[in-house]
């Protein structure tokens, strides 16, 4: 697999200032990405929320603690510096996150 090979709905892994995190692809372009980071901080930004057990399998495999809140919070972010880690979310989901969250990413950090 390529890790830089990615396609919205990937599962990726991203490292910038403020650490490693993990999170999905909803949107590219040339030079960033808009991504649903995963935290345990459910004040990242106003738009964050909590994720759903559905949602939750998808990262099962990569590092949940199962005895902790997980919060999506929408970012935009260079794509250089985001790296796939093999699952997806399919094509029907990703619309439906883009849709949830298109206000958070009209003033993303």
């Not at 510096?81 to 849709?99: C, D, K, P, T």
């Amino acid at each position: 697999m390529d890790r830089h090979n990615i396609s919205p709905g990937d599962i990726v892994s991203l490292a910038d200032s403020g650490g490693n995190h993990i999170g999905i692809v909803l949107s590219i372009n040339k030079d960033d990405c808009k991504l649903l980071l995963c935290t345990s901080n459910p004040y990242w930004n106003e738009f964050s929320r909590r994720l759903s057990s559905d949602e939750r399998k998808y990262f099962s495999n990569i590092f949940f603690n199962k005895n902790k809140a997980t919060y999506f919070a929408p970012v935009k972010r260079s794509i250089r510096n985001v790296y796939n880690l093999g699952g997806s979310f399919s094509e029907h989901r990703v619309q439906a996150l883009l849709n949830e969250f298109s206000e958070g990413f009209e003033i993303a950090c």
